[in-house]
């Protein structure tokens, strides 16, 4: 199993970047992806999911209006668009993936859950 992120780096506020995740060794239709990120001396913090089966989607409110997640089914892959980039959005970014049961029966409570598979982190820098 394998998520590997990409799409990184160093950017203007009110930039833009789009991260990756590229999924490989289990059936990608049937889990959840989401993104996360931690800055440092913070706790990790959820901030967007997309279920891969209806792509539904939830946002963090730290986030919503300014980033979209996205999914290929075809490519396997998960993006997360990210507008309007505010310096405190500066963290590593990981994306990670569970079962959509598992989501489904969490509901509000989806960042608490188990997230199965995870991915080694991207920095996004937001400079001022």
């Known amino acids: 199993v394998q998520l590997v992120e990409s799409g990184g780096g160093l950017v203007q506020a009110e930039g833009s970047l789009r991260l990756s995740c590229e999924v490989s060794g289990f059936s990608f239709d049937d889990y959840a992806i989401g993104w996360f990120r931690q800055a440092p001396g913070q706790e990790r913090e959820g901030i967007a999911c997309i279920s891969n089966q209806d792509h539904s989607t939830f946002y963090a409110d730290s986030v919503k209006g300014r980033f979209t997640i996205s999914s290929d089914n075809a490519k396997k892959t998960v993006y997360l668009q990210m507008n309007s980039l505010k310096p405190e959005d500066t963290a590593v970014y990981y994306c990670?993936?569970?079962?959509?049961?598992?989501?489904?029966?969490?509901?509000?409570?989806?960042?608490?859950?188990?997230?199965?598979?995870w991915g080694q982190g991207t920095q996004v820098s937001v400079s001022s």
């Open positions: 990670a993936a569970v079962h959509i049961l598992v989501v489904a029966q969490a509901k509000n409570n989806r960042w608490a859950v188990r997230w199965d598979y």
